[in-house]
């Protein structure tokens, strides 16, 4: 299917109209035989391709924020289908209009309001699942306050990420680079201009200095840039097998001292309120469970719902099959006291903001200890340049004493 904008005649009382409109078909033949057989007369087709970064320029979580709360607003007046219809028909931006191309053919052809939706491909699985659930059940505005809810939360997890990976960056760029130009331009500059002292006790002192500061920078160097390329390595193996609870990446993922802590409780955290976010929006269980498991990485929060699902699927009941590791004994309780979905719904609130609580706690240890690596990194790299410019000064000062008479 590819998008289509078409110039045809349309004769009417016998006076010829020019009119254009938009479709979404295989080809243009295809376009070209649904204008004959509506009466018109094509003039011009042409194929619209999407530009060329859509998803920077027109798929923003901007949009879909936007775009829900007009759902809401609009859907108190008119159905789903008609809303959405609506705000095709006005949207003035050209790009927008090209996204929205395979939605509003799906309306015109008497498709439902969540497959017209999917077709935008601007939401995740979550979402639409929340607002398929909504439709099915009959409940679509009730179920549209918890995707905006979803959507917003996302952005703001995904801001957090994105400032604590460019503090870490900044960090670790400025160590490289201060120990690359001590290594390669100041340390050579040193051992190029030598020293002028007579003495050969201080000419050996001043080469011997030399060599330890090369040999200690760049032992520091070696060990950075390897830390530095095994961690992005291990970043990117972990990234490919993800979805593998075996694999070696997330059984050493799950060993790592205060990391692996943070990382569970902020993946139970998540994954909890999205829990109760697809409750809420009437989401089967069974259905719930898988979207949870697939937007779920960390090895132990994945495990949790995965074996989760398996019980569940195998006809255990929910209050038991839920009750199981990584959550702690309070948490298993309150599970095994549900008596119905809803309950289900506020135990899993209370747990993502038991975790949350937790996850803060286990951020500012994580915070503490990346000072302190940084600042035991940066501080050797610093005795090192002050270690490098006591030898200039000591070669100076050799110098003058071989002036003396």
């Given at each position: 299917?590819?998008?289509?904008?078409?110039?045809?005649?349309?004769?009417?009382?016998?006076?010829?109209?020019?009119?254009?409109?938009?479709?979404?078909?295989?080809?243009?033949?295809?376009?070209?035989?649904?204008?004959?057989?509506?009466g018109?007369?094509?003039?011009?087709?042409?194929?619209?391709?999407?530009?060329?970064?859509e998803?920077?320029?027109?798929?923003?979580?901007?949009?879909?924020?936007?775009?829900?709360?007009?759902?809401?607003?609009?859907?108190?007046?008119?159905?789903?289908?008609?809303?959405?219809?609506?705000?095709?028909e006005?949207?003035t931006?050209?790009?927008?209009?090209?996204?929205?191309?395979?939605?509003?053919?799906?309306?015109?052809?008497?498709?439902?309001?969540?497959?017209?939706l999917?077709?935008?491909?601007?939401?995740?699985?979550?979402?639409?699942?929340?607002?398929?659930?909504g439709?099915?059940?009959g409940d679509?505005?009730?179920?549209?306050?918890?995707?905006?809810?979803?959507?917003?939360?996302?952005?703001?997890?995904?801001?957090?990420?994105?400032?604590?990976?460019?503090?870490?960056?900044?960090?670790?760029?400025?160590?490289?680079?201060?120990?690359?130009?001590?290594?390669?331009?100041?340390?050579?500059?040193?051992?190029?201009?030598?020293?002028?002292?007579?003495?050969?006790?201080?000419?050996?002192h001043?080469?011997?200095?030399?060599?330890l500061?090369?040999w200690?920078?760049?032992?520091?160097?070696v060990?950075v840039t390897?830390?530095?390329?095994?961690?992005?390595?291990?970043?990117?193996?972990?990234?490919?097998?993800?979805?593998?609870?075996?694999?070696?990446?997330?059984?050493?993922?799950?060993?790592?001292?205060?990391?692996?802590?943070y990382?569970?409780?902020?993946?139970?955290?998540?994954s909890?309120?999205?829990?109760?976010?697809?409750?809420?929006?009437?989401?089967?269980?069974a259905?719930?469970?898988?979207?949870?498991?697939?937007?779920?990485?960390?090895?132990?929060?994945?495990?949790?719902?995965?074996?989760?699902?398996d019980?569940?699927?195998?006809?255990?009941?929910?209050?038991?099959?839920?009750?199981?590791?990584?959550?702690?004994?309070?948490?298993?309780d309150?599970?095994?006291?549900?008596?119905?979905?809803?309950q289900?719904?506020?135990?899993?609130?209370?747990?993502?903001?038991?975790?949350?609580?937790?996850?803060?706690?286990?951020?500012?240890?994580?915070?503490?200890?990346?000072?302190?690596?940084?600042?035991?990194?940066?501080?050797?790299?610093?005795?090192?340049?002050?270690?490098?410019?006591m030898?200039?000064?000591q070669?100076f000062?050799?110098?003058?004493?071989?002036?003396?008479?």
């Amino acid at each position: 299917m590819k998008l289509y904008h078409a110039k045809y005649a349309q004769v009417r009382h016998g006076a010829v109209d020019i009119m254009e409109d938009d479709f979404y078909l295989p080809d243009q033949r295809a376009v070209r035989r649904q204008l004959r057989n509506n009466g018109y007369w094509p003039i011009r087709i042409r194929e619209q391709k999407p530009p060329l970064f859509e998803w920077a320029d027109t798929r923003s979580r901007a949009w879909q924020i936007q775009l829900l709360r007009a759902l809401r607003f609009q859907g108190a007046t008119a159905s789903a289908g008609t809303a959405l219809l609506n705000i095709i028909e006005g949207e003035t931006d050209r790009k927008r209009r090209i996204a929205f191309l395979p939605t509003r053919t799906v309306l015109k052809g008497g498709g439902s309001f969540s497959d017209a939706l999917r077709q935008l491909r601007l939401f995740d699985a979550a979402t639409m699942a929340i607002i398929t659930a909504g439709e099915r059940a009959g409940d679509l505005k009730g179920v549209i306050q918890h995707a905006i809810e979803h959507t917003e939360q996302k952005g703001k997890q995904m801001k957090v990420i994105m400032s604590v990976l460019g503090w870490l960056s900044f960090d670790i760029f400025n160590i490289v680079s201060f120990i690359w130009a001590a290594q390669f331009s100041f340390i050579p500059y040193l051992e190029k201009q030598g020293t002028k002292a007579t003495d050969p006790a201080a000419v050996a002192h001043f080469h011997h200095a030399i060599s330890l500061a090369k040999w200690v920078n760049g032992t520091m160097l070696v060990l950075v840039t390897a830390l530095l390329i095994g961690g992005v390595a291990f970043a990117m193996i972990y990234w490919a097998n993800r979805h593998k609870t075996d694999h070696f990446t997330s059984k050493i993922l799950m060993k790592v001292p205060i990391v692996s802590v943070y990382l569970r409780n902020v993946a139970m955290k998540e994954s909890c309120k999205l829990m109760q976010r697809l409750i809420k929006g009437k989401v089967p269980l069974a259905d719930g469970l898988d979207i949870i498991m697939d937007g779920t990485y960390e090895p132990a929060a994945r495990l949790y719902w995965k074996e989760s699902k398996d019980r569940v699927m195998a006809g255990v009941e929910p209050s038991r099959a839920l009750a199981r590791w990584p959550l702690n004994k309070g948490e298993r309780d309150q599970i095994t006291t549900i008596q119905s979905v809803e309950q289900l719904a506020e135990v899993y609130e209370a747990i993502a903001e038991e975790r949350g609580l937790m996850a803060k706690s286990d951020q500012r240890r994580v915070a503490i200890l990346g000072m302190v690596t940084m600042m035991a990194i940066s501080g050797a790299t610093v005795l090192t340049m002050i270690y490098l410019l006591m030898i200039q000064n000591q070669s100076f000062l050799d110098s003058l004493k071989g002036l003396r008479p």
